[in-house]
């Protein structure tokens, strides 16, 4: 006779910092009930001083990724039954991985963007407000390649998905690089030199090995490792016509 | 200073022996095919590294005379050596095809992890190793 | 300034080199294995022969570029060792290669009957 779909959750949800243990909740099961539903269950009703993030709660943000089961996701993207293979199979829910843990569930980003700074992933320009804008053509190869990587809004799953993050402490990591081959594409951008000096080497692109943990992993469906693939194609060279 | 800055401040102080902080993957991660692709892909790297210096010392070994490399071949009719060789080829096999799809990756234009050739590389090397043991046993 | 002559560079330009090599290597193997291999055989075809000696030479020192970059990764990631040394042994690493193998070419292309 099959068994009925029981009606708790068995939950493991990571407690501590750096050093901490899993601690067992059981959560009400719902239907449609997604894994950010699950640790606000947990914090409102059954343990307050659990720590976590989110913010939209709707997949525009990326606050609240979090390893779901060993995989880092978008816990409010994330419905648990598609993490279960078995309806009693116990929901593991821990901090996202290669980052400081500042307490249970919420990691210290700050390495994460300055790997971004490091890879001088922000724009610098030429012109002032007194000047006409500049005219990019959409669908020229350069701003296609900027269009295909320019959604990233940093939830950090690619950099906790990477395992060259965690055997290389100096890798900068597919978002920061992402976001360098974007700028590379930009027409409009000053510090070309500067950014291809800065991840042609062991600490940039020559360091990814084709993991694709990334791609795989990513919520919006970028591929770091099609835009580290480009800047390796670089050669160490700023583009051609570059501004700077 | 709050706590965070003194861990950074530390961290900064650590650099030459820094590890990447916080919490590891584990299988359930790197349970992917590229994933499995690059670890096939090292260590078929890895064991031929291994076994080239003795190729190329068993092949010199030539250099002594046609009698000296004749009894060294006696030695590779051994059934365990000619297992190894069997290995060796189809790991190199796997290690070309592999190759090419990294290359594929990083010098063509994207067109995703290619997945097929992550298949190619096993059916490749399958078939290859097959090729040997055929050519070798018929 | 680095990355023309990168060890990811090498690694690449030494992978399509070897792709070439590999391929007729394999070929040439399973060809020539058929019926046992015998020194005499062997050494019959290949002595003297400057196609064959030119080919695998190129082969062995597109070997000996190629295979301290990975060894060199693997030690970087795996066992932590970074740093001049673990650059110093690859190369170490590369040359004994590439003499090992240059002899063995000579041995079989130019060496005694």
Same mark, same amino acid.
């Given at each position: ?21 899993f ?19 947990i914090?409102?009703h059954l ?9 939209c709660?709707?997949? #525009?943000?990326?606050?609240?990724? &979090? ?18 293979r078995?309806?009693?199979d116990?929901?593991e829910?821990a ?13 210290? &980003?700050?390495?994460?963007f ?10 610098a320009?030429?012109?002032t ?8 053509? *959409? =669908? ?25 993050v ?11 690089l992402?976001r ?16 291809v000096a ?5 600490a ?24 580290? +693939? ?10 051609? @016509?570059?501004?700077e | ?19 990447t ?11 992917? *095919? ?12 890895l ?19 046609? =009698? ?6 006696? $030695? ?11 290995g ?10 592999g ?9 063509? *234009? ?6 097929d ?8 090397? %399958? ?9 070798l046993t018929l | #300034? ?5 060890g ?7 992978? #399509?080199?070897?792709? $070439?090599?590999?391929?007729?290597? %394999?070929?040439t ?20 022969n400057?196609?064959? @000696? ?8 597109? +070997?000996?570029a190629?295979?301290? $970059? ?24 590369? %040359? &004994? ?14 060496? *005694?009957?």
């Amino acid at each position: 006779m099959p068994s009925a779909t029981p009606t708790t959750l068995k939950v493991s949800v990571w407690r501590g910092a750096d050093e901490g243990e899993f601690q067992r909740f059981d959560v009400p099961r719902m239907e449609s009930q997604t894994v950010l539903d699950v640790v606000i269950h947990i914090q409102r009703h059954l343990d307050a001083t659990l720590s976590y993030r989110f913010a939209c709660r709707v997949g #525009m943000c990326g606050s609240c990724a &979090m390893t779901v089961n060993g995989r880092a996701r978008w816990t409010c993207r994330t419905h648990v039954t598609k993490v279960l293979r078995h309806a009693d199979d116990v929901l593991e829910i821990a901090p996202l991985n290669h980052l400081p843990v500042v307490k249970d569930l919420a990691t210290d &980003m700050t390495g994460f963007f300055d790997k971004w700074r490091d890879a001088k992933g922000y724009f610098a320009g030429q012109r002032t407000r007194a000047e006409p804008a500049a005219r990019v053509d *959409p =669908a020229s190869p350069a701003r296609k390649a900027v269009d295909a990587g320019i959604e990233c809004i940093g939830c950090g799953v690619c950099y906790a998905s990477c395992d060259v993050v965690a055997w290389n402490p100096d890798y900068l990591g597919p978002a920061a690089l992402n976001r360098a081959w974007t700028l590379v594409n930009d027409v409009r951008d000053t510090q070309q030199q500067a950014r291809v000096a800065a991840i042609s080497n062991d600490a940039g692109c020559h360091s990814c090995h084709t993991l694709g943990s990334c791609t795989e992993r990513c919520p919006k469906s970028l591929a770091p490792t099609a835009s580290i +693939a480009g800047l390796k194609r670089l050669n160490g060279k700023a583009p051609q @016509g570059a501004l700077e | 200073m709050s706590e965070l800055d003194v861990s950074h401040a530390n961290g900064a102080a650590a650099a030459g022996r820094r590890k990447t902080p916080g919490r590891r993957a584990d299988a359930r991660a790197r349970n992917h *095919p590229a994933w499995w692709a690059f670890l096939v892909h090292r260590l078929s790297g890895l064991a031929l590294a291994v076994f080239l210096p003795m190729h190329f010392w068993a092949l010199g070994t030539a250099l002594h005379g046609a =009698a000296a490399f004749d009894s060294f071949l006696a $030695v590779t009719r051994q059934p365990a050596f000619v297992f190894a060789e069997w290995g060796l080829v189809t790991l190199l096999a796997a290690h070309l095809i592999g190759g090419v799809r990294l290359l594929l990756i990083e010098y063509r *234009p994207w067109s995703g992890l290619r997945k097929d050739l992550i298949a190619a590389t096993a059916g490749g090397a %399958l078939v290859i190793g097959l090729a040997f043991a055929l050519s070798l046993t018929l | #300034m680095k990355a023309a002559v990168s060890g990811w560079r090498v690694q690449r330009i030494s992978a #399509m080199v070897l792709a $070439v090599c590999v391929t007729v290597h %394999l070929i040439t193997m399973i060809a020539v294995v058929h019926g046992g291999l015998s020194a005499g055989a062997i050494l019959t075809r290949l002595h003297g022969n400057v196609v064959w @000696g030119l080919f695998y030479s190129v082969f062995v020192l597109a +070997a000996a570029a190629h295979v301290p $970059v990975g060894l060199r990764r693997i030690a970087e990631e795996w066992l932590g060792w970074r740093g001049p040394s673990v650059f110093a042994v690859s190369v170490l690493i590369g %040359l &004994m290669l590439a003499i090992a193998g240059l002899r063995a070419v000579l041995a079989l292309t130019g060496g *005694p009957l």
